[in-house]
C-alpha cells in the first residue's frame, strides 16, 4: 500500500504562484507514471500534468508554459509549480501515482481570485 500526501494548496491572487507537493510512503521507483489532476466543483477530474516512465512529462494545453511538473527522488516527492495562475485554475488538486494499479492522495485546494 502506498499513501500519498498532497500539501501546498491556498488562496492566492490572479497571477501569482504556489507550489504543490505530494509525498508519497515510499520510494518513487516503480511507478510508470505520476501526475496531477484537478477537479473544480461541477465538472469532471482532468489531467494537469505526469510524468511518464520517471523522464518525459505533459501537460494539459490549458496549463502549458504556467505549469511545470517535477520529482525530488531522495524526498519520495513530486511537485507542481504553478505560475501565473489564473481563476479557472481553482480546483481541487490530486496526485495519482500508478504501477499495476493506481493511487490517490486526498487532494488540496487551489484557490485564485480574480
Known amino acids: 500500500q502506498v499513501q500519498l500526501v498532497e500539501s501546498g494548496g491556498g488562496l492566492v491572487q490572479a497571477g501569482g504562484s504556489l507550489r504543490l507537493s505530494c509525498a508519497a510512503s515510499?520510494?518513487?521507483?516503480?511507478?510508470?507514471?505520476m501526475g496531477w489532476y484537478r477537479q473544480a466543483p461541477g465538472k469532471q477530474r482532468e489531467l494537469v500534468a505526469i510524468?511518464?516512465?520517471?523522464?518525459?512529462?505533459n501537460y494539459a494545453d490549458s496549463v502549458k508554459g504556467r505549469f511545470t511538473i517535477s520529482r525530488d527522488s531522495p524526498k519520495n516527492t513530486v511537485y507542481l509549480q504553478m505560475n501565473s495562475l489564473k481563476p479557472e485554475d481553482t480546483a481541487v488538486y490530486y496526485c495519482?501515482?500508478?504501477?499495476?494499479?493506481?493511487?490517490w492522495g486526498r487532494g488540496t485546494q487551489v484557490t485564485v481570485s480574480s
Open positions: 495519482n501515482f500508478a504501477n499495476w494499479r493506481e493511487y
Open positions: 515510499r520510494s518513487l521507483n516503480g511507478f510508470g507514471t
Open positions: 510524468i511518464i516512465n520517471g523522464g518525459s512529462a
